[in-house]
């Protein structure tokens, strides 16, 4: 059965910074691309970056140069590192492979 589990959300300041946890369980991680959605109140879910199995990365326009997605194969964890964050990035941010879902973790940024 495969298992996504998100951790580390919060509450900070713009200008903050929060890193974002998905323990994976289930299914061989290491051949896997993982991704990080995000959904803010009203608005639909949306892209915000993809790790693939080779390592490679990319990122939705609105986060490229703040965050950073990473990947522990030991752990099967993937990181959301989130820095210079803005009140427009307050959401709940959803860990995401193949056709699973983690249960998604709130971030919210105050100005």
């Known amino acids: 059965q495969v298992q996504l589990a998100e951790s580390g959300g919060g509450s900070v300041q713009t200008g903050g910074s929060l890193r974002l946890s998905c323990v994976a369980a289930g299914y061989s991680y290491a051949n896997v691309d993982m991704s990080w959605y995000r959904q803010a109140p009203g608005k639909e879910r949306e892209f915000v970056s993809r790790?693939?199995?080779?390592?490679?990365?990319n990122y939705a326009a609105s986060v490229r140069g703040r965050f950073t997605i990473s990947r522990d194969y030991a752990k099967k964890t993937t990181y959301l590192q989130m820095n210079s964050l803005k009140p427009e990035d307050t959401a709940i941010y959803y860990c995401?492979?193949?056709?699973?879902w983690g249960q998604g973790t709130q971030v919210t940024v105050s100005s």
């Open positions: 995401q492979t193949q056709d699973y």
């Open positions: 790790i693939y199995s080779s390592g490679m990365t």
